[in-house]
């Protein structure tokens, strides 16, 4: 490193005789030992679509320039990237369980606004075209660890078309940030999610009557107060059948509380 900026701060002037063939062999001899060759076979063997980003800089370098070729393998690389964004994997499985036939479709990546038509419309032609076939779809939330605006939006527009078409749908195991998402867009969304440890467990009688209108009402409703039990019984009749009975139940602790008072 000193001997170049000796060189440069001091022999300059001796470099402009030097033939430009001279310069350009010294360069070429200096650059060779840049190119990592041996990433070309790496990358065939691990994965091959790495060697489009990886020869589209290689060329935009050689034939375009270093600027225009750095930004072109960073836009190739950025489709792929943006693509498997907008096409995430989703695994779809037919099961039948406690007598219920069940179609789980699991994505397996988080659900942003470039894939929420094609989640949507996955989720809608997977499902059995014939009405009369009683099947419940479980939507598999565990590897989703993001929803946006738009991706919420879809699943509540997916939720009206399969009720429409009498299918029940059930969004299980979902983080309770992306189910925050979807019912601060929809309140009555709340009342598709459900946990638990396994799809058996999920169609006994009793499971979710708990865990949905907990979250429900801890996120989406205020404390109930002496003056407003009423009205949140009365509003209770709207949000299924598993939370207006935790309502009811919780009034008459509230009106005691406030005879103690």
Do not use: N, Q
């Given at each position: 490193g000193l001997l170049i900026l000796v060189a440069l701060g001091f022999l300059t002037g001796t470099f402009y005789y030097i033939p430009k063939a001279s310069l350009a062999g010294l360069i070429m001899c200096a650059m060779f030992f840049m190119v990592e060759y041996e990433m070309v076979p790496l990358l065939w063997k691990t994965k091959k679509l790495d060697l489009?980003?990886?020869?589209?800089?290689?060329?935009?370098?050689?034939?375009?320039?270093?600027?225009?070729?750095?930004?072109l393998g960073v836009g190739v690389n950025l489709v792929f990237i943006l693509y498997e964004s907008a096409r995430p994997s989703v695994h779809r499985k037919e099961l039948t369980i406690n007598g219920n036939s069940v179609l789980l479709v699991r994505p397996e990546n988080g659900l942003v606004?470039?894939?929420?038509?094609?989640?949507?419309?996955?989720?809608?032609?997977s499902c059995p075209q014939d009405d009369q076939l009683d099947v419940t779809i479980v939507v598999d939330g565990t590897h989703v660890f993001t929803v946006d605006a738009t991706m919420a939006k879809n699943l509540q527009l997916l939720t009206v078309d399969l009720e429409l078409r009498k299918q029940p749908v059930i969004f299980w195991n979902w983080r309770r940030t992306t189910e925050g998402t979807c019912c601060r867009l929809d309140p009555d969304m709340a009342r598709y999610f459900r946990y638990g440890s396994t799809l058996h467990d999920l169609f006994r009688d009793d499971i979710g009557k708990e865990t949905m209108p907990r979250f429900y009402l801890r996120q989406l409703l205020p404390l109930p107060s002496i003056m407003d039990v009423g009205t949140v019984?009365?509003?209770?009749?709207?949000?299924?059948?598993?939370?207006?009975p935790l309502l009811r139940n919780l009034s008459p602790r509230v009106e005691e509380k406030g005879r103690v008072g």
């Open positions: 489009i980003p990886y020869f589209a800089t290689f060329f935009g370098c050689l034939f375009i320039g270093l600027e225009y070729g750095i930004l606004f470039p894939a929420a038509e094609y989640i949507r419309d996955t989720i809608v032609r019984i009365e509003c209770s009749a709207g949000l299924g059948s598993s939370v207006g």
